[in-house]
Structures are given as structure tokens and as C-alpha cells.
């Protein structure tokens, strides 16, 4: 393999060591020390043992892209930004922004790399930051010197009930910290640091846009740069929805067809010079580079321009070339420039689609031999394949990461592919009509929107509400890897005997491996997903072996969004929840409550429970919404916990708050606990409570319920003013660290798994 294959070779050496260095976070100083023991010895069996090198040479690029992973995400030295973030104190920030300025609806995001900070001592210091302004504005450019003042916060969140870690997607950006501004006003600019070439790339993409808008409508223009170049920003949410529910969604990402493309725009319109292979491949790089930059660097097309590249050099200096070390040649670069980009889902798509197509289809395509001459073949057959071996490919991750699979998606693909393809070339001869002559631009662009229209139609049509969607329980990596592994040996069993034989066993190696792990695995226990959502607290009660679970709802605030479709119902799918029994609410703001009335319809809530308190609120906007929501079996408490009736399935609610009993744990759930509510908790501590408002007196609430014996207090948040009253160190580090105290709004979730020992009622297990 390593002389067929080198570049696979060594790739999958790179690839451990990634992996190797995230998740056992040995010293950067071992990777380093073992990888320049492996290279000297590699060296001196060059010449005696080709094999042996070739393996130390492997090991060599495991230790070292290991080393590199190590030093840039978590292996920092005492001058790297992390070790200044803090929730209080104010810094002089010095600085540059290294990223195109990110506009949003709420706001600008902006990455910068901090050179040193003040005062009162100026320091020297390294690492990026994520400054949020809450205008949006372009004033700030790549290359852009800045300095201001303002504090540096810790990066809230963690792993959601979704699976997806905000701060740990932000800490492989190299973005440690967040600083927020409402307007750059006090920002003093430098705009010598901005980079000649990036600032022609970016006034480059502003003409290309602007001449979208010049000649084409608003919609059509926004779909003409994000087919073109990647620019969706000026998309509509609806318009952009359309594409993700007809699984068209790739299309908006500039990928290896658009680099074709504009490849063979740019051949064609070099044919009348009759320029030298030579000087036409250097013209070609120029129009990579270019085009790469233009797109953002984003993984897909660093992936095609890569490969683009190396097929053209392969070409300049005629040599043969095998796809599978020119697309293993273009992920090693990627990756040993940017080791993180292992686990961004676009390079994963990327890479997986591509080479599914490279492994996949000739194996396929070779099965119709006797039809590769018939035009129906060509033109309607092969298309199919593609869209299908590209859906087969890209499935698993999908399902891995969204829990979700247009099941419309390959005839969707195949209908408006071509289109959007078409689309991409009809944009080139814009720009360049519009360039000779503008009446010429508006005329292409005239026929342009009627072909812009035409895909929004057929948008509607293949990603409307009623498009079938497969929603799937999240995966777990050994069955996606299942999948690909059944990909991978199934295509050349289609025509090889003894792949047929490895297929098969293969398979049953896996079903008894999964039967396996069912079996060795422990007894199915209750747990308890605990989450922030918009002004309160979510808890999931999810029941061992059942599909069924209890949610109590603390606090929820209205959002310009629905709360149950954005939030509720993606947390409630990842915990594989089809169905909820109770639906326990203790506060609600009156713009959420139609949100839950939905969430109560469409899971199916058994018995919903509201606190009196907003018994008014919930009848009206349940009569307003009309049947089925003023059907829900609503029951309202109130009065003191203590003497209130049990309602169902271990819960107890009243004024003071709501309390369940599963099996020897005792869990509590309040808005806030008052000075009473503590006194009261004295004599019987919970296990666990549960607080839905953010704490700001934390020094008297922790001790006295450490002393009372409460085993857990989790909270929304804790404000900062009570972390800088509280003189107890151990108060402060574990608003920091979750031990007894845990901050919501530091971990964004928490899960904890109920025991049967009464001595051991509750054990964390994930949110640490």
C-alpha cells in the first residue's frame, strides 16, 4: 500500500495521531520528542529497509501532526489568551482581525488575534478571541489593526442535548475567548495591517455581488452568489429551508463541481489565445487562488483546488496520476495546515462524497459495460448514479450529525443539480457581458432570472412542508462506520467472488460484535438531561428502555423564533424521545406558551401540569389556537408543596416549586429558592435542585444547602456580582468547575444518571 498508495498511506497515520492527540491529551513535549526519534531512525533505514522506514516515516507523521494538534488546542503555555479571560476584570486589547467579518441578524461576529493586553502592565500574549458587536456593520476588514477595552468572558455553553459543543467548536477555531460591544465607536482602527491581496479579494467579491444585484432580482442575485462563491448570507430563511428539507443544502456550499467549472469557463475563453501549456496552467493556478479565496477557504473547495492543482502540475510535467493519492494529497495538506479540520462536518462531507464517487462508482459504472455507448445511458442512467452513490456516501454522516434525511433527496439532486450547475455558467457569462457592456449584462441577466425563478419553483416544490423527511435517533460512530464499511466491500463484491466472502463475514462479525456490546452493557437506569433554554431551565426525566420521558419547564422566556422547533423538539429527538408523558410547567412567559401548547400536541402529552399562576395565560392562547390545544388534559396546582395532592408517576407540585421521586433519588424544581424554602429544606435535603433563574447571592444558598446535605445544585447561571461577593474560595472555584454547584450557563447541559443505592441516589456522568 504505501508504494501504491503513499499518500493514503500516510494519511491514515495523520488521522491517529489527530485523534490520538484529542482525546488522550498526553504533553505536547512526548509527540515532539517521539517524533524526531522516529524521523532519525527512519532515516538511517532508508537505504537497508525500504518497508521498515516507510512504517517509521507513518509513525513519524502520527507524532507529529499529534504535536501540532497538541500545541494550537490544548497544550498552551503560560502567554496564550485563555489564561486572561475572565468574567470581570477589563483589558486595554490589542490586536488584528484574522477572518472575514461574519454578519448576522443580531450582530457581527469578528475573529482577532490579540498580540498583548493592558493594563496595568502591558503583556505580550497569543490566541484568538470572538468579539460580537451588536451592530451589523463592514467597518472592520480582514488584515484591520484594532485596539479598544473591554472585558474578556469565558466561552459559555458545552455540549447541548444535541450533541453539539459550542465551546469546543469554537476552541478548534483557535477562539478562546468572547468580548462584546454595541458599536465599534470606541474602537480605534488601523487599516495599514490590511493585506494588499485580501483586500482586492474582498473588493473583488463586492463587484461580483454588486453586479448580481445590478442585473438580476433580489432573490435571483442572492442564489447567483451562493451558487457562484458561497455567499448566502442575503438568503431568505424560507428560501434556505427549502434547500435543507429537499437535501439540496450542498448547493450553497461551494464545492469541487463550482472549481470545474469555473476551470473549464476559463479554458474556453483561452482557446482563441493560443497560449502554451505552460503559460496556460499558470493562468489556471492564478484562477484557483483567486477562486479559493473568493469562496472563503472553505473545505470543499480547498479540497477541489488541491486536487485541481496537482492534476494540472501532474499534467505540466506529464506524469501519471492516481485519484486516491491526489485527493489523500489534498487532505494531508488540509490537515497538516489545519489539524482541527478533521472534525468539521464540511471537511468530513467533503472528503467522504469524494471519495465514494472516486471508489464507488467505476465499480458500478463497470457493471453496465455493454451500455456505455447508448445516449439514454449517459444522459439519464449514469446522472442517476451519481446522485445515488453521492447520497449513499453523505447519509451516515448526515444522520450522525442532524438526525435527519430528506428521503426526496436524490430525485431532487437529480432534477435541480443540472439546473444549478447551468446556473454557475450562466452567472460566469454575466459577469463578463457586464464587464464588456452593461446593457449586454442586463440582457443576459434578464434570461438568467427567468432560470433563477425556475429553480425557486422547483424549490417549493421538492422542499415544502409536506416533503417527507426521515427523522432518525442519533447514531452512535460504530454504525455509521457499520455503513461505510458495507459501502466499502460491498462495491467490489458486486463482481469479485472473494469480496462477496469478506462482505459476508464481515457482516456477521459485526452483528455479533453488536450483540456483544448489548450484552455486556449495563441494565437500562433513569436519567436526568438537564439544559438552558431561552430564560430558564429544561429537565428531561428520560425512563430506561422507553421512548417515553417527564419534562418540567422553569422560566422560559418568548423569542422572535419557536422555542419548540429550534430548541425543544432537536434536544428531545437527540434523546430519543418519541413521546411525553408529564409536561410539568412551572413559569412561563406569555409569548412562549403557544410554543409548548405545540410541543404538549405534537409529543403527545399525557397530562400537562401549569402552575396557577398562569392558568389565565394558557386558556387564552389555548382557546386562540383552537382544537387540539384547548383539548390537552390540563390540571393547574398551587398551595404549599408539602400538603399538595401527588399528581402521577412520583410528582408533587405547589407553589413553592415541583418534586419528583425516582427510585431512592428525591429531585426539587424552583424558580428561585428564597430564604423559607431553604430554612424548610433543613429537614428533608433533595438530591438535586434545580433552580431556573440565575443566582445572585450564591455564598448563603450554596452553604446552607451543602449543609443541609443536598447532593447537586444546578442553576441557570449565577450572576457576576455574586461571584465577586462570595469570599468562600471553594464557592468561586466551583462556579467555575462543576462539583456540587453547577452552572448551566458555563456547561449549557448536563446529564446524571439515577442509582438504585440509596447511598448513591445520583451520579454525574456527562457535562464535565
Known amino acids: 500500500m504505501s508504494r501504491k498508495y503513499p499518500a493514503v498511506f500516510f494519511l491514515l497515520f495523520v488521522l491517529v495521531g489527530i485523534v490520538l492527540a484529542d482525546q488522550a491529551r498526553w504533553p505536547a513535549e512526548w509527540y515532539l520528542l517521539s517524533a524526531l526519534i522516529l524521523c532519525l531512525i527512519g532515516i538511517a533505514l532508508f537505504r537497508t529497509s525500504q518497508k521498515a522506514a516507510a512504517l517509521l516515516f507513518g509513525l513519524f507523521m502520527l507524532s507529529f501532526s499529534g504535536y501540532h494538534f497538541s500545541i494550537r488546542y490544548y497544550d ?35 475573529k482577532i488575534s490579540v498580540d498583548s493586553l493592558g493594563p496595568p502592565v502591558e503583556r505580550a500574549v497569543y490566541g484568538a478571541i470572538l468579539l460580537k458587536v451588536h451592530d451589523s456593520t463592514t467597518a472592520l476588514q480582514r488584515g484591520d ?50 493585506s494588499t491581496i485580501l483586500s482586492w479579494i474582498d473588493k473583488l467579491r ?31 430563511p424560507e428560501v434556505y429551508q427549502r434547500f435543507r428539507d429537499s437535501g439540496t443544502l450542498h448547493l450553497l456550499a461551494v464545492s469541487g463541481s463550482n472549481v470545474a467549472l469555473v476551470l473549464a469557463f476559463v479554458i474556453i475563453m483561452l482557446r482563441p489565445l493560443a497560449l502554451r501549456r505552460r503559460s496556460r496552467s499558470l493562468v489556471l493556478f492564478m484562477v484557483i487562488v483567486v477562486f479559493a479565496m473568493l469562496s472563503y477557504g472553505e473545505p470543499s473547495v480547498m479540497r477541489a483546488s488541491i486536487m485541481a492543482s496537482l492534476i494540472i502540475g501532474a499534467g505540466l510535467v506529464q506524469r501519471r496520476y492516481d485519484l486516491n493519492n491526489v485527493i489523500a494529497v489534498a487532505a494531508l495538506i488540509i490537515l497538516l495546515y489545519d489539524p482541527a479540520q478533521l472534525f468539521d462536518v464540511g471537511f468530513q462531507l467533503s472528503f467522504v462524497v469524494a471519495w465514494g464517487l472516486i471508489y464507488l462508482l467505476p465499480r458500478i459504472h463497470a457493471l453496465f459495460a455493454g451500455y456505455h455507448g447508448r445516449r439514454w445511458y449517459r444522459w439519464q442512467v449514469l446522472p442517476i448514479m451519481f446522485s445515488l452513490v453521492a447520497q449513499l456516501c453523505s447519509a451516515p454522516l448526515i444522520a450522525f450529525y442532524f438526525q435527519r434525511v430528506p428521503l426526496i433527496s436524490p430525485l431532487a439532486n437529480l432534477v435541480i443539480v443540472p439546473l444549478v450547475s447551468l446556473a454557475v455558467v450562466a452567472s460566469l457569462c454575466l459577469l463578463l457581458a457586464d464587464l464588456i457592456f452593461s446593457l449586454l449584462g442586463a440582457m443576459v441577466g434578464s434570461l438568467l432570472n427567468l432560470h433563477m425563478n425556475l429553480i425557486l419553483y422547483l424549490l417549493a416544490f421538492f422542499g415544502g412542508d409536506r416533503v417527507p423527511v426521515w427523522q432518525v435517533a442519533k447514531p452512535s460512530w460504530i454504525a455509521a462506520a457499520a455503513v461505510y464499511f458495507v459501502l466499502g466491500v460491498g462495491a467490489p463484491a458486486l463482481g469479485s467472488r472473494r469480496w462477496r466472502r469478506i462482505l459476508v463475514f464481515g457482516l456477521l462479525l459485526l452483528v455479533n460484535l453488536a450483540l456483544g456490546l448489548q450484552f455486556g452493557s449495563a441494565p437500562g437506569r433513569d436519567s436526568l438531561d438537564v439544559f438552558k433554554i431561552p430564560g430558564g431551565v429544561c429537565s428531561v426525566l428520560k425512563h430506561s428502555n422507553s421512548v417515553a420521558a417527564d419534562m418540567i419547564i422553569t422560566g422560559v422566556l418568548g423569542r422572535s423564533y419557536q422555542i419548540d422547533e ?51 395565560a394558557f386558556t387564552d392562547v389555548a382557546g386562540s389556537m383552537g382544537a387540539p390545544f384547548d383539548s390537552l388534559s390540563t390540571a393547574y396546582f398551587s398551595g404549599h408543596i408539602e400538603f399538595a395532592e401527588p399528581l402521577r408517576d412520583g410528582w408533587r407540585a405547589g407553589d413553592d416549586g415541583a418534586e419528583l421521586t425516582v427510585g431512592s433519588a428525591r429531585i426539587m424544581f424552583v424558580d428561585y429558592p428564597d430564604y423559607r424554602f431553604l430554612e424548610r429544606l433543613r429537614s428533608q435535603p433533595p438530591d ?18 451543602r449543609q443541609a446535605g443536598t447532593g447537586y445544585l444546578i442553576a441557570a447561571g449565577v450572576s457576576r456580582s455574586a461571584t465577586r461577593e462570595s469570599t468562600d474560595a471553594t464557592v468561586r472555584a466551583a462556579a467555575v468547575q462543576p462539583g456540587f454547584f453547577i452552572d448551566l450557563s458555563r456547561l449549557g447541559g448536563i446529564r446524571l444518571q439515577l442509582q438504585d443505592h440509596p447511598s448513591q441516589a445520583v451520579r454525574l456522568v456527562s457535562g464535565t
Open 76 to 110: 498552551i503555555g503560560p502567554g496564550h489568551i485563555s489564561n486572561f479571560v475572565t468574567d470581570g476584570e477589563r483589558y486595554q486589547i490589542f490586536g488584528r482581525v484574522i477572518d472575514w467579518p461574519l454578519l448576522k441578524s443580531s450582530g457581527t461576529e469578528i
Open 145 to 194: 489593526r484594532i485596539e479598544f477595552r473591554s472585558r474578556v468572558y469565558n466561552i459559555k455553553g458545552g455540549r447541548s442535548p444535541g450533541g453539539f459543543d459550542y465551546r469546543r467548536y469554537l476552541h478548534l477555531k483557535g477562539v478562546f475567548g468572547v468580548v462584546y460591544l454595541n458599536n465599534l465607536l470606541d474602537v480605534r482602527l488601523d487599516t495599514e495591517g490590511r
Open 206 to 236: 463586492s463587484e461580483i455581488t454588486a453586479s448580481f444585484y445590478r442585473n438580476l432580482g433580489e432573490a435571483g442575485a442572492s442564489l447567483a452568489a451562493g451558487f457562484l462563491i458561497g455567499e448566502i448570507r442575503n438568503i431568505s
Open 566 to 616: 429550534k430548541i425543544l423538539a432537536p434536544a428531545l429527538v437527540a434523546l430519543e424521545v418519541d413521546k411525553i408523558n408529564n409536561l410539568v410547567i412551572l413559569s412561563a412567559e406569555f409569548g412562549a406558551i403557544d410554543d409548548l401548547l405545540r410541543l404538549a400536541s405534537e409529543y403527545e402529552v399525557e397530562h400537562l401540569y401549569v402552575h396557577a399562576d398562569n392558568k389565565a
Open 688 to 705: 438535586i435542585l434545580i433552580v431556573g433563574r440565575s443566582i445572585d447571592r450564591l455564598a448563603p444558598v450554596y452553604d446552607r444547602l
